[in-house]
């Protein structure tokens, strides 16, 4: 089947210790997306590629970078995690078709935990 | 500033029937999306309205009203698996997505 597959799903690192996240599609969907989500808050946009082209929110922290090195894989750095950055991390995809609706397909997430 | 509202937790009845409300004020508006996210999962697709009226999937039904900024999101013969939040989200016109918090879903048997 087609998906979003996220690693780690799990993933606890010290403060300051560096964390990698990863996604991968199949769904050959030319947009990819990273959120960050904490309890009972709406999803944060962090980045976003549409095709080749990296899109970084305004106010996404130095701290978090992303690398795209083709259309499946999309990876999150976190230089230096703080307590603040523990929190769900969702990756999505989507297909611009031009026309109708933009819907996100979302990996299962990566929840880090920072001690 | 960009805005979504909805309430953040709502119960109800196994087998009743429930409307979650969502209120938006956005830059513009290119569609509403509802999505269902179970504790600790990631969110899925439910529906998507972009012109005013009732959208029906099964037990699932949305509202639009754009004059009104307002969505709601019906759910008929609730079971237990519906409990979850669900989200309201609003593609303003740069094709950004606005999201709301999500109204926390709890259904008693």
């Known amino acids: 089947d087609a998906m979003v597959i996220q690693n780690p799903r799990y993933q606890v690192t010290q403060f300051g210790k560096p964390v990698t996240l990863s996604c991968s599609q199949t769904l050959n969907h030319n947009v990819m997306y990273w959120y960050q989500q904490k309890s009972s808050q709406a999803p944060k946009l962090l980045f976003h590629y549409y095709d080749k082209d990296f899109n970084n929110e305004a106010d996404t922290p130095d701290n978090f970078q992303s690398r795209r090195p083709n259309t499946s894989f999309c990876f999150l750095d976190i230089r230096s995690p703080g307590l603040g950055d523990a929190a769900m991390y969702l990756c999505?995809?989507?297909?611009?078709?031009?026309?109708?609706?933009?819907?996100?397909?979302f990996g299962a997430g990566s929840r880090l935990t920072v001690l | 500033g960009q805005n979504i509202d909805q309430p953040t937790e709502m119960t109800a009845t196994e087998g009743a029937i429930v409307q979650i409300n969502c209120t938006y004020q956005t830059s513009g508006f290119n569609g509403l999306f509802w999505y269902q996210q179970h504790a600790g999962e990631a969110p899925t697709f439910l529906s998507y309205n972009v012109l005013d009226g009732l959208e029906e999937k099964g037990r699932f039904s949305s509202f639009l009203s754009r004059s009104k900024g307002y969505s709601y999101l019906l759910l008929k013969e609730l079971q237990m698996k519906d409990s979850a939040s669900y989200l309201c989200a609003v593609e303003d016109s740069n094709y950004q997505l606005i999201w709301g918090a999500g109204t926390k879903l709890i259904i008693k048997p």
């Open positions: 999505a995809t989507s297909r611009t078709t031009g026309t109708g609706a933009n819907v996100l397909t």
